[in-house]
Nanobody, 115 residues
Framework: QVQLVESGGGLVQPGGSLRLSCAVSGIAFSRHTMFWYRQAPGNQRELVAA???????DYLDSVKGRFSISRDNAKNSVYLQMNTLKPEDTAVYYC?????????WGQGTQVTVSS
C-alpha cells in the first residue's frame, strides 16, 4: 500500500531549526512532484514548499530564505530543512506526493515554535 510517513517534528524555540523527513513507499517516487503543506489551528491549509521531479523548487513567500526542500530519489524521501523558525511557523506539516491527478497525503507531524 501507499505510505507517506513524516518525522522530525517537535518543540523548538524561536530562531531554532528542525529538519522534517518524509519516507514514501508504494509508488514510483521519482515520477512524483513532492510538496510540504502546513495547517495551523483555525487557519487554511497552505502550501509551504514544492519540488518537481527535475529538482525545481518553489516556496511560500514567508519561508523563503529560511526553509529548503530537497529530495533523494534513491531513498524515496523528501525533506524540509527549517531554519530561523518563528512562532507563526507552528502547524501540522504534511508531506504530499502528486502525479497527474493523483495525490497521496501523509498523516502530518506537529511543529511547535515557542519560547
Amino acid at each position: 500500500q501507499v505510505q507517506l510517513v513524516e518525522s522530525g517534528g517537535g518543540l523548538v524555540q524561536p530562531g531554532g531549526s528542525l529538519r522534517l523527513s518524509c519516507a514514501v513507499s508504494g509508488i514510483a517516487f521519482s515520477r512524483h512532484t513532492m510538496f510540504w503543506y502546513r495547517q495551523a489551528p483555525g487557519n487554511q491549509r497552505e502550501l509551504v514548499a514544492a519540488i518537481t521531479t527535475g529538482g525545481t523548487t518553489d516556496y511560500l513567500d514567508s519561508v523563503k530564505g529560511r526553509f529548503s526542500i530537497s529530495r533523494d530519489n534513491a531513498k524515496n524521501s523528501v525533506y524540509l530543512q527549517m531554519n530561523t523558525l518563528k512562532p507563526e511557523d507552528t502547524a501540522v506539516y504534511y508531506c504530499v506526493a502528486a502525479f497527474l491527478l493523483q495525490q497521496y497525503w501523509g498523516q502530518g507531524t506537529q511543529v511547535t515554535v515557542s519560547s
